[in-house]
Structures are given as C-alpha cells and as structure tokens.
C-alpha cells in the first residue's frame, strides 16, 4: 500500500503462505487454513469430535457448541482462527473485567454543523477518540483523550433492534471540514494491552453540488447487509435465535439490519495486505490438476479475526480505495451514502455526474429513482462495482430486505405497494425492474468468478471486443486484449447482460430487460455458483452447486423450473457496458474488483477509469 496504515491494530498482518496445499503444522493467529478439509481435521483434533462438516456449518458444530458462544472470543482483545468460523461473530463479553470497546454514532452521515451523538460501550476507566478523515492522506482532524462512559448490557438481537447504548460523547462537525470518509478510532489501553475499534460517518458537503461536479456514492446498503456484529446480517443470525452460520434461503437471515450497532471488524480498517476474496493462481502449484476448490481470502480471515463478511463490503475493502485513488489524481468530489436519499431525494441536482464502486448489492427506491431521474435529465453515473441484486427500505434507523421471505414483507399484501417489496428489483410480480435498465447490466446474469469452484482458472480480466469505443481511447487496447488480468479485476460476484455474438462482437439480445442499443464492451466469463462436479466432497464447496441458485433465478422471474430454463441461467458473465437513458448515461464496470486495480496502479485500469472520469465530469 501507500503511506496508509490501514491496520486495525499495532500488529502488522502476516503474509498469507506459499499456495501448496499442504496442511499447517501449528493452529494459532499466524497459521493461515489450507481450506475445508484441513480445517476440518483441525476440528477433530481440538474437540475429539469427528470432522463431519458437508459444510463450514458442519464443520462449526464440531468445533464449538452454541451453548459456548458467549465465550467465543472470551475478549475483544484475544482472536484467532477457532473464533471466526461462520458461528462466530462480535458481540461485547459478559465480564467485565475483559478490557474493551465499542462504538457506533446515531447516523450514518451528517453534514457540517451537525451534532455527532457517539455511543461507547467499554471496560475501560477512559478511552480515547482520534477522528481521521481518510482521502488522498489519512488526516487526523481531532484527538481527544480521557473521554468516559460506562459498561453496558447489549441485547441479543441488537442486529434487528440496535445496542441501545447511551450517548457517551457529542461534537459539532465544524464548518470547514471536507465532505468525505471519517473514520473514529476508540483505543483503551490496561497494563500494556491496547485494544482499539473504529466507528464511521460520511460527511456530505454543505452544499452539495457548489463547488464540485462528481458526487461518490458509498454503497452503504451492502455494507449494512453484510456487516455481522451481533450475529445477525441479510445472510445469518446467531445460533441463539436459531440460526447457523450460512444463509439457508428461508428464515436463516435477519430481515432486518439496524445501524445502531459498531461495524465489525474489517469493515471500516484492514490490517495492510489483507487479501481480496477473488484470486488468481498465479503457478501451476496454486491451483493444480484436481485440487479442491480455494478461498485464500476465507483461510486468512479465519486465521486473523476478521469477520466473516468483511471480505465483501465496507469502506476498507472497497470505496476507500476508489477515494484514495480520486483524490490523489485530483479530482475534485464530494460524498454521500446511498441511505441520503431517503431523506435528501435530489441531493444529485447539481452535480454532473456520480460514481460508486466494490460491492453495490442493496439499493433502496429512493437512490434508484434519484439515480433515473438524474441521468435522464443529462446526468452521467459511472459505475465501477458489481452484484447489484436487491431492492431494500431503510425507515428509523433500520434497513429492511425480507430477500426470499417477500410473501412476509408487509407492502406484499396490497397490489398498490408490492413494487416497494424487499427483494429481487427482477421479481416478477414485484418490482419487476430488471437492473439492467438504470445501472446498464443485471446482477442475475452474473454472478461468481475467480473464486472457489467458479471459473478458478479464468483470465481474471476482461476480454475487450469494442475497443475502439472512447471508453478504451487512452489505454491502447487492441481487439481481445485482457483488461485487468494481472489484478485480477474480475471476482468474486459480477454483473452481466444476456448477448450474442455477430461477426465477432456481442450484441444484447434485450430478454434480460436490455435495450438494444446498450453497447457490450467487454466479458469475462462467470457462473451462478460453483461448478461442483469435480469429484471434490460437498464440504470443498463453500459457495454450493451453480444449480441451486439457477432454480431462484427461474423462480424469480416467473418461468417454469425446467432442464431447459435451468441451463439459462447457470452460467453468466461479467460485462463492461456502455448506455444512453434520456439525455444521459451510463458506463458499467460490472464487478466489484476493478478498485483494485486502481491501488495496485494497473496502468490500462487507471487509463480507463481516467477516460471516464474525465468526460463524465467535464
């Protein structure tokens, strides 16, 4: 990295171990897992229990027993691999002689001049607050030392209901601080042990659209589906209330996430080299002839604390990268969230253009409704992010996505409102908006690449067929180049558009929702889970058979669960697409890597995001 210390912590991330496949020879916090199979071993050998595990649930329930979790970890302070397989997750001890501390604020964003309630729970006598803003440098705009507040009872379902934590501390925003990313650092500190957690806010200008043309919108809905502390998220809730570590497509998954809670760990800082979930083998001895499928991203989690999901959203692992990058190229932007528009529906008015990037999965109405009504009046929307799927609602506080429980959403009941209900923006007798017509690509014609069992082997980029679209004009690619590879940029969930093929150039073919002047840039193949047919045992398989998620894909959008319809929509495609709406329009770059590429300085990535920016801001 940079001069960025993203770390969460004094403690520098061990490098991840040379690809062997071989087993580790020691369990502790710098041993990094070789997948399922040796982690499963690692379970019998610390309970005496048998390994069963046909998957990561499996093998948590031979690990630790639910009626133990409340002593998994027994400090905040003390994590290794044992305490982060998928039953795990962060929730204050019941000792209090444990030394720790959380915090969250009462917003997700606010802009100058606005009062700032932060709610701290600790252990500690004192604690103190650092507040950075993190762009181009990661600057230090306040220390304030000796703060106080008090150790406080947290409710099991603090994932629906939010911690309910007192106000420790309150600030007003002055005046003159810029619109971006503020990360709030909470250290204690007892007899040498430093223990530290960050809390987030977005910072909007106070005129937003005055003295800037590019406004970059977080993809906060993601982050609010993913992030697990509490044990509930939009894919688990903790085996307390009944759940299991992996969604299970019917009532294994919180509806509801309230923010209210502290970020877990990872998703606000990562420790430096802290590993992308998509990945490229890059010899032989990677990925050999029959070996079981990888998660070099899940094994370094599982071996660093981390959360489970931190991999796939959250600040640190994506849009700072993009805001670092902006930023120090010179561009000039302003930032917002995406649950802003609930309450601030034209905050895009002035603005030339908007931008998000990473994982940008859960949208509310009001954020998708803005983003047409702009680019229809002339607006441009870059978007460099990938796996856009679900409509969600975001009322006091609390987000909603009832997912595949959309039957129970109460706006399902009246005819009148079952557009607004929580789930696929594809369902057929709900939204029935495919993506594709507001962010140029569907996230249901995707949707893994570069991990597990999906496409393992792939080029990691994309494959440029229109590369003489002005897109390409400063980066000198030639017809079948691959773009990003080296990266990779592909991975792990992408979008794509139904096409064909006509004289060596994809065309839409519009049955996905598409219009026919939608232009294909570029495609990298993917697929609708894990191609789990290579005589490797279910528990290899951490995404599950591609077949599983083709039948929702069918379902969803009212077809017939055929041989026929299934084939359909088992493989997909990861797509660079390029569309008119209105008076404006639209550049995609469906997957959620391509910031990568802008921090590991890949020349022909830069050059493309470079072009963009440019002409969308001019």
């Known amino acids: 990295m940079s001069e960025h210390d993203n770390s969460s912590g004094p403690e520098k991330a061990p490098e991840t171990e040379p690809m062997d496949g071989q087993e580790p020879r020691k369990l502790d916090r710098r041993t990094v897992l070789k997948g399922a199979a040796g982690a499963a071993a690692a379970a019998g050998a610390l ?165 800037s043309d590019i406004l970059f919108i977080l993809s906060t809905g993601t982050w609010l589906a993913y992030t697990d502390f509490g044990g509930g998220s939009a894919y688990r809730i903790p085996p307390e209330a009944g759940g299991g570590g992996m969604e299970t497509r019917d009532t294994a998954y919180s509806v509801t996430q309230h923010i209210h809670r502290p970020w877990a760990r990872g998703f606000i800082r990562q420790p430096e080299g802290t590993p992308t979930w998509g990945w490229k083998p890059r010899r032989y001895e990677d990925f050999p002839i029959g070996a079981p499928p990888r998660y070099p991203s899940t094994e370094y989690y599982l071996a660093n604390g981390l959360s489970f999901k931190n991999m796939l959203a959250g600040w640190a692992g994506y849009d700072s990268h993009f805001a670092r990058w902006a930023e120090r190229e010179g561009y000039n932007i302003e930032y917002a969230s995406q649950h802003d528009f609930v309450e601030h529906p034209n905050l895009l008015d002035k603005y030339k253009m908007c931008v998000t990037v990473g994982h940008d999965e859960y949208v509310t109405p009001e954020n998708r409704n803005a983003f047409d009504r702009f680019i229809e009046a002339g607006g441009k929307f870059a978007r460099f992010a990938g796996n856009i799927n679900w409509q969600v609602r975001f009322e006091d506080g609390v987000q909603i996505c009832y997912k595949h429980q959309h039957e129970k959403d109460p706006v399902w009941a009246d005819p009148a409102t079952r557009h607004l209900a929580s789930t696929w923006w594809h369902q057929h007798d709900g939204a029935n908006n495919p993506p594709v017509t507001t962010w140029g690509v569907n996230g249901h014609k995707g949707v893994y690449a570069m991990i597990g069992g999906a496409t393992p082997r792939g080029s990691g980029g994309f494959t440029v067929y229109r590369n003489k679209h002005w897109a390409f004009a400063d980066a000198d690619l030639y017809y079948g180049d691959i773009l990003g590879g080296s990266v990779p940029v592909i991975g792990s969930e992408v979008d794509g558009i139904e096409y064909t093929f006509r004289y060596g150039l994809p065309y839409p073919t519009g049955e996905d929702g598409a219009p026919m002047d939608l232009e294909i840039l570029a495609l990298a193949p993917a697929i609708a889970g894990e191609e789990t047919d290579h005589g490797h045992p279910p528990e290899a398989h951490f995404l599950g058979p591609a077949e599983r998620d083709a039948v929702q894909y069918v379902e969803t959008l009212g077809l017939e669960v055929t041989p026929e319809n299934l084939d359909k929509f088992v493989r997909g495609c990861a797509a660079i697409t390029n569309m008119k709406k209105g008076k404006g329009e639209v550049f995609c770059v469906g997957t959620l890597q391509w910031v990568h590429g802008l921090t590991q300085n890949e020349k022909f990535v830069e050059a493309v995001t470079r072009t963009v920016m440019d002409r969308y801001s001019a």
């Open 47 to 211: 309970t005496g229990a048998r390994a069963e595990a046909e998957t990561f649930d499996g093998l948590e329930s031979a690990l630790v027993s639910p009626l133990q979790r409340d002593r998994i970890p027994p400090t905040q302070g003390a994590r290794n691999w044992v305490m982060n397989l998928p039953y795990w997750y962060e929730f204050p001890s019941n000792d209090p002689n444990d030394l720790e501390v959380w915090g969250y604020t009462d917003k997700m964003s606010y802009a100058p001049g606005d009062e700032v309630a932060l709610h701290v729970n600790t252990t500690a006598d004192s604690y103190k607050l650092t507040i950075q803003r993190d762009g181009a440098e990661l600057e230090t705009k306040e220390v304030m030392e000796g703060l106080t507040a008090g150790y406080y009872e947290t409710p099991i379902d603090c994932y629906e209901k939010g911690c309910g934590w007192p106000v420790s501390h309150r600030f007003t925003i002055p005046e003159d601080w810029k619109s971006g990313g503020y990360i709030l650092v909470l250290e204690v500190e007892r007899d040498g042990l430093v223990i530290e957690q960050e809390a987030f806010f977005t910072l909007r200008a106070k005129d937003p659209g005055a003295n």
